[in-house]
């Protein structure tokens, strides 16, 4: 029997493309809301006995409710085996407590999604490109979460925009290992740059770490939000000789007109993102000249077959 696979509303795209490339049953959900703002959700296909995935919103409160309340609900209903793809998992700024009383909100989801009711051949998470290492240790219960990394994508986008004809740049000293060695795996050098700490909010570039002398420049980075870091890297890139400075992030967030302030910053001249957060396809829309947005249905796809 083909799998199953359902989706939240914003990944439907990419949910009906990995079906054509694994030959999955594309599943339906009926939808309404209450006027009093209750959701009401009905899964309309039958799951008993079957292997369903799940392409579920991770990427603020009300996408992680819906996950969790179709994965209980899929359970419930009969499904044997219950794979969920979190292509955007938020909350990764909080994923450890500094000071006294911080709640560690990352923990808190983990625990939330472990929570739901395990089906017969048990449930797996699938998370792309995570910021933080060690979020697959917070599943709990025997959840296990695997990790999906999205370089394959994130070449295909390099190769776009510059062939291979390009510095890997990274915004700063903690990304330059991952940087590194996709630089490695592309023939191309890489660089990043050293900061220093201002003051609790600021800081400073201090220097570049390789030659960009009259070079085309692509910065890669996990996930741009609001894109401080990156553009105070692309300027350090500029100061340093660079000839044109493009960037790549897996997770294209961009809260609150971000990347209408880094298309005005004037020094980043093209960004490529992948379709992991429902906004990036959005925004896409509504700048296609400046942001491109590529899909992670064949890496999910494949992740899919292996487990």
């Known amino acids: 029997m083909k799998k199953i696979i359902l989706y939240a509303e914003p990944y439907q795209a990419l949910a009906r493309s990995i079906a054509g490339l694994n030959g999955y ?12 703002g209750e959701r009401y959700m009905r899964i309309k296909t039958d799951v008993r006995d079957r292997k369903v995935v799940l392409i579920g919103g991770a990427y603020d409160d009300h996408a992680t409710m819906e996950t969790f309340d179709l994965g209980c609900g899929l359970v419930h209903n009969g499904a044997k085996q219950l794979q969920i793809i979190l292509p955007y998992l938020g909350y990764s700024t909080m994923e450890r407590a500094v000071k006294y009383g911080e709640v560690v ?21 699938f998370a792309v490109d995570l910021h933080t290492g060690g979020l697959p240790h917070y599943f709990e219960g025997g959840t296990n979460l695997f990790h999906i990394y999205a370089k394959k994508v994130i070449m295909q986008a390099a190769s776009q925009l510059r062939g291979n004809d390009f510095v890997l740049a990274s ?10 060695s996709l630089a490695n795996d592309m023939g191309v050098p890489a660089s990043f740059v050293f900061k220093r700490r ?4 600021e800081t400073a570039v201090s220097a570049v770490s390789a030659q960009v002398d009259d070079r085309h420049v692509i910065i890669y980075d996990d996930m741009i939000r609001t894109g401080g870091s990156l553009i105070g890297a692309a300027r350090a890139y500029k100061e340093a000789g660079a000839k044109t400075i493009c960037a790549i992030c897996t997770h294209g967030v961009f809260p609150n007109g971000a990347l209408e302030r880094i298309q005005q910053s004037k020094v980043i001249e093209a960004i490529i993102c992948t379709d992991s957060h429902p906004q990036a396809l959005h925004l896409k829309s509504l700048h296609p000249n400046y942001l491109d947005v590529l899909s992670l249905d064949t890496v999910i796809a494949t992740a899919l077959k292996t487990k």
């Open 25 to 36: 049953k594309i599943g339906e959900i009926q939808r309404k809301t209450f006027p009093d």
């Open 105 to 125: 909100t990352a923990k808190n989801r983990a625990r939330l999604f472990s929570s739901i009711p395990p089906a017969a051949y048990g449930n797996t998470f």
């Open 171 to 180: 915004t700063d000293a903690g990304r330059a290992k991952w940087v590194e």
């Open 198 to 201: 201002l003051s609790g909010s």
